[in-house]
Nanobody
């Protein structure tokens, strides 16, 4: 069973940067689709970025394109979300998620139902 633990959330000023990390443990020698999501004011989970552990071009949501970058270190099983030029509207709880490895990345808009493992979330607060 995959377990995910996020870290790196903090309070920053607008224009600042943060890097979130997600440590993955569980079955190895499998390919996953790894993703970052955040909670919306309507209490829904918005997909921010996904990347296949097997490699490939990541998916990045239009709302964060050019500011956020998803990356991974497969030797350590850690997923990252580098966030720059943060805005107050980026304030949210950010979740790491893992799903099956197929249909993942730039050509596949994420579907919540495809992600079966979730972390506990990490709070990001951006003040103006």
């Amino acid at each position: 069973q995959v377990q995910l633990v996020e870290s790196g959330g903090d309070s920053v000023q607008a224009g600042g940067s943060l890097r979130l990390s997600c440590a993955r443990s569980g079955p190895r020698n499998r390919h996953y689709c790894m993703g970052w999501f955040r909670q919306t004011p309507e209490n829904e989970r918005e997909a921010i970025a996904t990347i296949p552990t097997a490699g490939g071009t990541p998916y990045i949501a239009d709302s964060v394109k050019g500011r956020f970058t998803i990356s991974q270190d497969n030797t350590k099983n850690i997923l990252y979300l580098q966030m720059t030029n943060l805005k107050p509207e980026d304030t949210s709880i950010y979740y790491c998620a893992a799903g099956a490895g197929g249909y993942c990345g730039v050509d596949y808009p994420p579907r919540l139902a495809d992600f079966g493992a979730w972390g506990q979330g990490t709070q990001v607060t951006v003040s103006s």
